[in-house]
Nanobody, 128 residues
């Protein structure tokens, strides 16, 4: 059973930076088995939005248009950690951020419904 635990959320002023972490456990990867792992966000009353997704064992990365050039996703395989570095934050980036994972076959552009494993979420609030 894959378990994901996020940390690093908080409050910051517009233009600031935050770094999110996701500790992953309960999964293994190999040359024939990989996972799509990524960050999603959601605000009340809105659908969950795909922010950034990568695939283990590859350099494939997807970024949502609203975060391109500002956010960076990275995966540390040795530590089973997924990170999201968020720079130049805007008030519209305020949301609950979730870490998610899906075993292959998967695509980095898959919708939230395609992901089986989710963390509990961490709140990010950006004030103007």
């Amino acid at each position: 059973q894959v378990q994901l635990v996020e940390s690093g959320g908080g409050s910051v002023q517009a233009g600031g930076s935050l770094s999110l972490s996701c500790a992953a456990s309960g999964y293994t990867t190999s040359s024939t088995s990989s996972y799509c792992m990524g960050w999603f966000r959601q605000t009340p009353g809105k659908e969950r939005e795909r922010v950034a997704v990568t695939r283990t064992g590859t350099t494939i990365i997807y970024y949502g248009d609203s975060v391109k050039g500002r956010f960076t996703i990275s995966l540390e395989n040795a530590d089973n950690m997924l990170y999201l570095q968020m720079n130049s934050l805007k008030p519209e980036d305020s949301a609950m951020y979730y870490c998610a994972a899906e075993p292959s076959p998967c695509v980095t552009t898959g919708p939230p419904a395609a992901y089986t494993y989710w963390g509990q979420g961490t709140q990010v609030t950006v004030s103007s």
